[in-house]
């Protein structure tokens, strides 16, 4: 087994913890910055990540992907202001539990679907997939922040969610 329930709970409750932290950085100004005209903004990312990873350990565990629903919760999510949006974000700590707490570690060796179609296990799709791109955006946020001038943010700031002088 590569990774437990126990694991994999404490990796996703990481991620919500530094996105808590990176989020501590943002200005108001900030929030409607975006790369590219056809990139998000700050608070459409922030909003964006209140249903992606709930929803992709959905789908794991084999519900299958609403569009109803999907359009539902995506228009919940922007019609949030950014202190409710961060205390969405804040709660998946407590979601991910409750959404893997049925779950047996034998359960992550069950295959399911890829994206592409392709049998994974759902232990390879909560790794590739949920803690990957919970990464993935978190490194995107953190870079939006950098291109809006926060220069002191590091390593640190991205990979533990501290803020820390860089080691020598």
């Given at each position: 087994?590569?990774?437990?329930?126990?694991?994999?709970?404490?990796?996703?409750?990481?991620?919500?913890?530094?996105?808590?932290?990176?989020?501590t950085?943002?200005?108001?100004?900030?929030?409607?910055?975006?790369?590219?005209?056809?990139?998000?903004?700050?608070?459409?990312?922030?909003?964006?990540?209140?249903?992606?990873?709930?929803?992709?350990?959905?789908?794991?565990?084999?519900k299958?992907?609403?569009?109803?629903?999907?359009?539902?919760?995506?228009?919940t999510?922007?019609?949030?202001?950014?202190?409710?949006?961060?205390?969405?974000?804040?709660?998946h700590?407590?979601?991910?539990v409750?959404?893997?707490?049925?779950?047996?570690?034998?359960?992550?060796?069950?295959?399911?679907?890829?994206?592409?179609?392709?049998?994974?296990?759902?232990?390879?799709?909560?790794?590739?997939?949920?803690?990957?791109?919970?990464?993935?955006y978190?490194?995107?946020?953190?870079?939006?922040?950098?291109?809006?001038?926060?220069?002191?943010?590091?390593?640190?700031?991205?990979?533990?969610?501290?803020?820390?002088?860089?080691?020598?």
């Amino acid at each position: 087994m590569v990774l437990t329930k126990a694991e994999l709970i404490a990796l996703l409750q990481k991620e919500v913890r530094i996105l808590q932290h990176l989020i501590t950085k943002i200005d108001p100004a900030m929030l409607d910055y975006r790369p590219t005209p056809k990139q998000r903004s700050t608070m459409e990312l922030l909003r964006y990540l209140t249903n992606m990873g709930p929803t992709l350990v959905k789908y794991a565990k084999g519900k299958p992907l609403d569009a109803a629903a999907m359009a539902q919760a995506i228009e919940t999510a922007n019609a949030r202001d950014f202190d409710e949006t961060v205390a969405a974000l804040a709660a998946h700590a407590d979601v991910y539990v409750e959404l893997l707490g049925d779950m047996s570690d034998e359960d992550f060796r069950v295959e399911t679907a890829g994206f592409d179609g392709l049998p994974v296990t759902r232990g390879q799709f909560f790794v590739n997939h949920v803690v990957g791109q919970c990464a993935a955006y978190r490194t995107q946020l953190f870079l939006y922040l950098k291109a809006c001038g926060r220069d002191e943010l590091n390593t640190m700031n991205l990979w533990v969610g501290v803020d820390a002088p860089m080691p020598s």
